[in-house]
């Protein structure tokens, strides 16, 4: 049976001095990595997933050695772990005990542009912020953004199909990837790559790896849709009366700007923290229930500005915006964007923390915050409890901490996540289900659901090597 096939297959029974050999075997000395600063560096990513240092670390130079390197695991029966930028926020890419690290990170190269059609091909490696970097040199954007665009590898956005900032305008990455090459944990080399928009050959099964967190194959090089480079950018903030007057200006603003790139909510307590957090001023004299943070990018600086202002003088004379502070400058917009991105310092100063990013309709959205909050203080009055996201696409998140003791992380997990369901929404909107939010993943999907899963599993990865119990477990 399937439960025998796994049960049968336990990590390696090896040293980990034969293991290192037979890798040395393929990738060379310099590519396997045994050394304790580099074992430390390598024990866990941005979760709160217990950090657990790998036995070694490979860093393979080439698609073909990621693959060579998993069929000497496969026959050895020696787990591994998937590693990106290590930004991942569900614990996926912290090794369990025993396992390898396999890191992308030297998997780097922007390989080719297509300058006519707009695509580019790069390896795994290579960190989101530099790619952007890279193809706005050459007129380019790729629009995929997030706050740890400066670590992050667009791999390890393919594998948690990462959303960010401007998903209501161009979409998740799923919607970037054009095609794929993934290294399968038996050594074959799969080659999905593909630079044409329209492909209707048969089942397209670069989606299958796209968001499945590193438990099919491990991602090596991706085709990617690039958009012409915005020649403007306009920035906002509003404060706003209630979440039911974001609900509307989101509508009107979609309606009125198809320039719109970002609508960013935050609920006033974010905004306090992150003020705090920042040494910013507040943004405005007075305290607001809600902000909102508004970005377009289009082609016509004098236009694209004027038609933002027009749009937020409607939304202030018809009382949905009670304020508004328009960027004059790039040093306006990047402070303005600085109340947002504090996030990653509030995430270090609330450790430990318990994170979320559910998706909620939007009709029940005002109804879950009032809920879970009202719950959440009434429970832990000492600590904060912060909400904000990416709500033009339904995507809240929660932040609350630090909370001392594991079970209050617990306690609130199960609290939430009942609410999330109860809502008619998922447990995790962009972060994916890593280890962290494994245990809730039928709050989400069904049993055939998950059992489908368990089938593409042990087609792509019989052995069980690869990401071994992320997600879901294979048995
Ligand atoms: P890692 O953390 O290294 O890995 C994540 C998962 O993918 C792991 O399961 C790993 O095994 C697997 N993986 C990594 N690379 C590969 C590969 N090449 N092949 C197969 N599997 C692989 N996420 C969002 O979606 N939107 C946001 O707005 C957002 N904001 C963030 C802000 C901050 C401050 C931080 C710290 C995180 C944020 N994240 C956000 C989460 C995180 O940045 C994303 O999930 C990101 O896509 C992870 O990429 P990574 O390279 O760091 O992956």
């Known amino acids: 049976?399937?439960?025998?096939?796994?049960?049968?297959?336990?990590?390696?029974?090896?040293?980990?001095?034969?293991?290192?050999?037979?890798?040395?075997?393929?990738?060379?000395?310099?590519?396997?990595?045994?050394?304790?600063?580099?074992?430390?560096?390598?024990?866990?990513?941005?979760?709160?997933?217990?950090?657990?240092?790998?036995?070694?670390?490979?860093?393979?130079?080439?698609?073909?050695?990621?693959?060579?390197?998993?069929?000497?695991?496969?026959?050895?029966?020696?787990?591994v772990v998937v590693q990106g930028g290590l930004t991942g926020l569900a614990g996926g890419a912290t090794p369990c005990n025993g396992e390898i690290a396999l890191s992308l990170a030297r998997l780097n190269a922007v390989e080719d542009l297509d300058e006519v059609a707009g695509t580019v091909r790069v390896q795994a490696g290579v960190v989101l912020e530099e790619l952007q970097q890279w193809v706005?040199?050459?007129?380019?954007?790729?629009?995929?953004?997030?706050?740890?665009?400066?670590?992050?590898?667009?791999?390890?956005?393919?594998?948690?199909?990462?959303?960010?900032?401007?998903?209501?305008?161009?979409?998740?990455?799923r919607e970037r990837v054009l095609g794929l090459e993934v290294a399968l944990p038996d050594g074959r080399l799969l080659s999905m790559l593909n630079r044409v928009t329209k492909n209707t050959t048969g089942i397209d099964l670069k989606h299958l790896f796209i968001g499945s967190e590193g438990t099919l194959g491990v991602i090596t090089r991706l085709d990617l849709k690039l958009s012409p480079k915005p020649t403007s950018s306009s920035t906002a903030l509003c404060a706003l009366p209630s979440f039911e007057a974001a609900t509307q200006l989101v509508r009107d603003l979609q309606r009125a700007l198809p320039a719109l790139?970002?609508?960013?909510?935050?609920?006033?307590?974010?905004?306090?923290?992150?003020?705090?957090?920042?040494?910013?001023?507040?943004?405005?004299?007075?305290?607001?229930?809600?902000?909102?943070?508004?970005?377009?990018?289009?082609?016509?600086?004098?236009?694209?500005?004027?038609a933002l202002e027009r749009a937020l003088g409607?939304?202030?004379?018809?009382?949905?915006?009670?304020?508004?502070?328009?960027?004059?400058?790039?040093?306006?917009?990047?402070?303005?964007?600085?109340?947002?991105?504090?996030?990653?310092?509030?995430?270090?100063?609330?450790?430990?923390?318990?994170?979320?990013?559910?998706?909620?309709?939007?009709?029940?959205?005002?109804?879950?915050v009032e809920q879970v909050g009202r719950d959440l203080r009434q429970l832990f009055p000492d600590q904060k409890h912060l909400f904000f996201g990416h709500i033009g696409d339904g995507n809240l998140h929660v932040l609350s901490g630090p909370h001392s003791a594991n079970g209050s992380l617990h306690e609130i997990e199960k609290m939430v996540y009942l609410a999330t369901e109860r809502a008619g929404g998922c447990i995790s909107a962009e972060h994916g289900i890593g280890v962290v939010k494994k245990e809730f993943l039928p709050h989400s999907r069904t049993g055939e659901e998950l059992d489908a899963m368990r089938s593409l599993k042990l087609l792509f990865d019989p052995a069980n090597i690869l990401n071994a119990g992320r997600v879901f477990d294979a048995a």
């Not at 090896?14 to 990738?27: D, I, K, P, T, W």
């Not at 050459?138 to 629009?143: G, L, S």
């Not at 305290?287 to 990018?297: A, G, N, R």
């Open 136 to 173: 706005e040199k050459r007129d380019w954007t790729f629009p995929l953004d997030l706050g740890a665009r400066g670590s992050c590898h667009v791999g390890g956005n393919a594998a948690t199909n990462a959303g960010g900032n401007r998903v209501i305008r161009f979409g998740t990455m």
């Open 261 to 306: 790139s970002a609508f960013e909510v935050m609920w006033s307590d974010y905004l306090a923290a992150a003020t705090q957090i920042t040494s910013l001023r507040r943004p405005f004299e007075e305290d607001h229930p809600v902000y909102v943070l508004i970005e377009t990018l289009g082609a016509d600086d004098l236009a694209d500005r004027e």
């Open 1 to 79: 049976s399937r439960e025998a096939v796994f049960m049968s297959r336990q990590n390696t029974a090896l040293s980990v001095e034969e293991v290192r050999e037979a890798l040395v075997g393929v990738l060379g000395e310099s590519r396997v990595l045994q050394d304790p600063g580099r074992l430390e560096a390598h024990s866990g990513d941005w979760s709160e997933a217990k950090r657990v240092r790998p036995s070694l670390v490979i860093c393979p130079r080439t698609p073909q050695e990621v693959a060579s390197a998993l069929a000497v695991c496969s026959r050895l029966g020696q787990q």
């Open 314 to 368: 409607q939304a202030l004379d018809s009382g949905l915006v009670a304020d508004v502070i328009v960027a004059q400058s790039v040093e306006d917009s990047r402070r303005l964007w600085t109340y947002r991105e504090a996030v990653g310092e509030l995430l270090g100063a609330l450790k430990p923390f318990a994170a979320f990013d559910v998706g909620i309709p939007m009709s029940r959205m005002q109804e879950f």
